[in-house]
């Protein structure tokens, strides 16, 4: 896939988060179904980095220091940070020569390795996975979510 599809492709992704996103009432970001589950503003948070911010810090091995605990974040935050997610990944491919996104190897610390345009889609796949849980955590709330609100934002 070229780097302008992939661009496409991601960003498509962002809308049903966004909307669902955009569904959570402030009084909620502290609800998880249960022990050992993020809460929903953990969940927000940890979207709101999008598949950009990996991706920047795979291309230049630069990886950030984990967080003491796991952060969270309003609706709002997290929105800001999905927004500016689009322009870290849109100038990460725009760095990178399609040759490199296709044929460049790549490695995280905790041992996954690939070429980019493999390691941009696993990112891709942690997205979507995330982007599944926020949608669970909508329906057990009691929120109209459906399979439009899950494909079609």
Same mark, same amino acid.
């Given at each position: 896939m070229k780097k302008d599809d992939f661009y496409q492709y991601a960003v498509d992704g962002y809308r049903p988060v966004e909307n669902m996103m955009k569904m959570i009432p402030a009084d909620k970001l502290d609800w998880k179904p249960g022990d050992g589950f993020m809460t929903l503003g953990q969940l927000i %948070?940890? #979207?709101g980095d999008g598949i950009g911010t990996e991706l920047?810090?795979?291309?230049h091995n630069s990886w950030a220091? @984990?967080?003491e605990g796991m952060p969270s974040c309003d609706v709002a935050d997290a929105l800001s940070r999905l927004e500016r997610d689009?322009?870290? #990944? %849109?100038a990460v491919l725009d760095g990178l020569t399609e040759e490199e996104f296709a044929n460049k190897?790549?490695?995280? @610390?905790w041992g996954a390795a690939g070429t980019l345009e493999k390691m941009a889609f696993s990112f891709q796949e942690h997205f979507t996975n995330h982007k599944m849980q926020l949608f669970t955590y909508l329906k057990l709330l009691g929120f109209p979510v459906n399979t439009q609100?899950?494909?079609?934002g």
């Open positions: %948070r940890h #979207l920047e810090m795979l291309v220091t @984990p967080a689009k322009g870290t #990944l %849109r190897v790549a490695s995280t @610390p609100t899950l494909y079609g």
